[in-house]
């Protein structure tokens, strides 16, 4: 059930409208979604070739008297035309470099944040039902604290108007001093937890403020809907509720996010296998760059590269992603344990308050 559906208090549900704009700890949720998406697609980079543009100008002089000068002065670039001193050096091209996946290194690091990505998405959803359980919870004791202090005045002035009877009783001496006393401290104790709710109410339409975002300001309320029964809770299946709860989901996917880690971990040990090539134009001078096949260049080459000595870098790196990885499992058994807790406790509660209202 969506929560428009299930809170029918118009007030209340302006407050949750305005907490899911303006409550920072959401806002805050949702910047985490937008840095692990951006994660997912910096890894997806990552997996799939880069490719650059690149242009460049030079000029180089080499000494005469020596292998590249000896060469130079004789050699023509036509018959009669040497080559020019200072040499320039023009170059325009497209250069590529992939790395094959072959360990899936790469592509578990990209599974990875995507995992964390969803699970920062779940965590948004949990703050969501939260903010909204709390607002929801802080509203109705706003209301019931109206209610006590309403019957607290009523008590106020019922006392008071006893009292005087009493003061009366005592002029025409038909009761002592000590039953005046005795009435004017229950007035004063009541008076006193007149002010004790006061600053309750103060405090729990600061604490929904808080959670709206804003400075303190007084909070519109309905006192007309305390008591009314807006829906009918089903409990369901216990098994379902866990598995509906985001925490778990968020827990279940960063899991999983920190397996992909240790696999990506280990597959750093092996063997990686690079690809580059360019394909471009390279002359001396700019009236010749784009003459082909003359100034046309092409490469192509592949490298396999293993970590031989020194791999204390990488064995940390492994290493470090195990012990994330148990932490991530007991973080999931706590996560499983609070939610079976809470879900036994509301459950608990649900029974207890349909008991209690079979006595109305």
Avoid: C
Avoid at 320 to 331: L, R, T
């Amino acid at each position: 059930m969506a929560w428009k559906g299930f809170f029918a208090d118009a007030d209340l549900a302006a407050l949750i409208d305005t907490a899911l704009v303006r409550n920072q700890e959401l806002n805050i949720a949702l910047q985490e979604i937008a840095i692990t998406r951006n994660e997912v697609r910096a890894r997806k980079g990552e997996y799939l070739p880069s490719v650059a543009l690149r242009a460049g100008a030079g000029v180089e002089k080499v000494g005469r008297y020596t292998s590249q000068g000896a060469n130079d002065a004789n050699t023509e670039i036509k018959e009669g035309k040497e080559m020019p001193e200072p040499l320039g050096d023009f170059l325009i091209g497209a250069f590529a470099s992939w790395e094959v996946d072959i360990w899936h290194k790469l592509r578990n690091a990209k599974d990875a944040a995507a995992a964390r990505y969803l699970a920062t998405v779940e965590g948004r959803n949990f703050v969501i039902t939260n903010l909204i359980a709390e607002i929801a919870a802080s509203y109705y004791e706003l209301l019931a604290l109206d209610k006590q202090l309403e019957i607290v005045e009523q008590n106020i002035a019922i006392q008071s108007n006893a009292l005087n009877v009493v003061k009366l009783q005592k002029e025409a001496t038909r009761v002592t001093e000590l039953a005046v006393r005795k009435f004017e401290a229950e007035v004063l104790r009541t008076q006193s937890l007149r002010f004790d709710i006061l600053q309750r109410i103060t405090e729990t339409e600061n604490k929904i403020n808080f959670l709206l975002g804003r400075y303190p300001q007084p909070i519109h309320r309905n006192d007309q809907t305390f008591g009314t029964a807006t829906a009918k809770i089903a409990s369901g299946i216990p098994a379902d509720l866990l598995a509906n709860r985001p925490d778990i989901r968020q827990a279940e996917l960063n899991l999983a996010a920190a397996k992909l880690d240790v696999k990506s971990a280990r597959a750093q040990f092996y063997p990686s296998l690079g690809i580059t090539a360019g394909v471009g134009y390279r002359a001396f001078n700019p009236s010749y760059l784009v003459k082909t096949p003359e100034s046309l260049l092409y490469s192509i080459a592949g490298d396999l590269v293993a970590p031989l000595v020194n791999r204390n870098a990488i064995k940390a790196a492994y290493l470090n992603a195990n012990a994330k990885q148990i932490q991530s499992v007991y973080e999931y058994e706590r996560t499983i344990l609070n939610a079976y807790v809470e879900v036994v406790n509301q459950l608990s509660k649900i029974g207890n308050l349909d008991k209690r209202s079979a006595f109305r």
